[in-house]
């Protein structure tokens, strides 16, 4: 099982904290953000793609070649065209199937492992506004029936928290392009795929997310606490 970090936004609404280094190298407890994102992958990943942009030399210089073991591959996203584009840049390396996780959001080991045993899966995670995120809409087994990007009038509070496991062939599948922002978005194609294949959803127990320099002692409160 491979591994595909996105980690080439700017970060700026973290800012001043990213003016030198990118999101993912803002430091929590004095680790790197990025660090507790690749601690929290399942045992059963072998290498890791991560996709960079902003300031990605940095991320290079930290990690090297080979991070607890793991190999990394590199990929440079060059134009921000969004996060099904991101994804897509690596898909020559990606050649099994892989959790796809961003490398600004701290996720569950746990319910990452969990999701290894399917070839389809979203992590999910309850929240008390829903409205503001991407609400994950079930069919009656509890497998993934849609995802409604921002709904007025959400059904539930289970939201996507972005990581994901999916398999090589996803690739081939025609990417959605938000005409608004002129990206290409991974939730309508895991929409798609379940139209045709069976999403798992998995409830995650613990997701750290850092938005705005105020967020930074939460997470650190939060990582000590765990």
Same mark, same amino acid.
């Given at each position: 099982?491979?591994?595909?970090?996105?980690?080439?936004?700017?970060?700026? #609404?973290?800012?001043?904290?990213?003016?030198?280094?990118?999101?993912?190298?803002?430091? !929590?407890?004095?680790?790197?953000?990025?660090?507790?994102?690749?601690?929290?992958?399942?045992?059963?990943?072998?290498?890791?793609?991560?996709?960079?942009?902003?300031?990605?030399?940095?991320?290079?210089?930290?990690?090297?070649?080979?991070?607890?073991?793991? #190999?990394?591959?590199?990929?440079?996203?060059?134009?921000?065209?969004?996060?099904?584009?991101?994804?897509?840049?690596?898909?020559?390396? !990606?050649?099994?199937?892989?959790?796809?996780?961003?490398?600004?959001?701290?996720?569950?080991?746990?319910?990452?492992?969990?999701?290894?045993?399917?070839?389809?899966?979203?992590?999910?995670?309850? #929240?008390?506004?829903?409205?503001?995120?991407?609400?994950?809409?079930?069919?009656?087994?509890?497998?993934?029936? #849609?995802?409604?990007?921002?709904?007025?009038?959400?059904?539930?509070?289970?939201?996507?928290?972005?990581?994901?496991?999916?398999?090589?062939?996803?690739?081939?599948?025609?990417?959605?392009?938000?005409?608004?922002?002129?990206?290409?978005?991974?939730?309508?194609?895991?929409? =798609?795929?379940?139209?045709?294949?069976?999403?798992?959803?998995?409830?995650?127990?613990?997701?750290?997310?850092?938005?705005?320099?105020? =967020?930074?002692?939460?997470?650190?409160?939060? !990582?000590?606490?765990?």
């Amino acid at each position: 099982m491979q591994a595909v970090i996105l980690a080439g936004g700017a970060g700026t #609404r973290l800012r001043p904290l990213t003016n030198e280094v990118p999101k993912g190298m803002v430091c !929590l407890n004095g680790r790197p953000l990025l660090e507790y994102v690749l601690l929290e992958l399942p045992d059963q990943v072998s290498d890791i793609v991560i996709i960079t942009g902003y300031k990605g030399n940095k991320i290079r210089e930290y990690f090297g070649d080979v991070w607890q073991g793991h #190999r990394i591959w590199y990929v440079e996203q060059k134009e921000h065209l969004g996060t099904w584009h991101a994804m897509y840049l690596a898909k020559d390396i !990606l050649t099994e199937k892989f959790i796809m996780l961003y490398g600004d959001d701290i996720g569950d080991k746990e319910a990452f492992t969990k999701g290894v045993g399917f070839d389809y899966c979203l992590f999910a995670a309850e #929240r008390e506004h829903p409205e503001r995120y991407g609400v994950v809409e079930l069919n009656a087994d509890g497998t993934l029936l #849609r995802l409604v990007e921002k709904p007025e009038h959400p059904r539930g509070n289970l939201v996507n928290s972005g990581a994901m496991i999916l398999l090589p062939e996803s690739f081939g599948r025609k990417p959605y392009k938000d005409e608004r922002l002129h990206e290409y978005f991974l939730t309508d194609m895991l929409t =798609d795929i379940a139209k045709e294949k069976t999403v798992q959803v998995i409830r995650q127990n613990k997701w750290i997310t850092v938005t705005y320099p105020e =967020d930074i002692p939460k997470a650190e409160a939060l !990582l000590k606490r765990n």
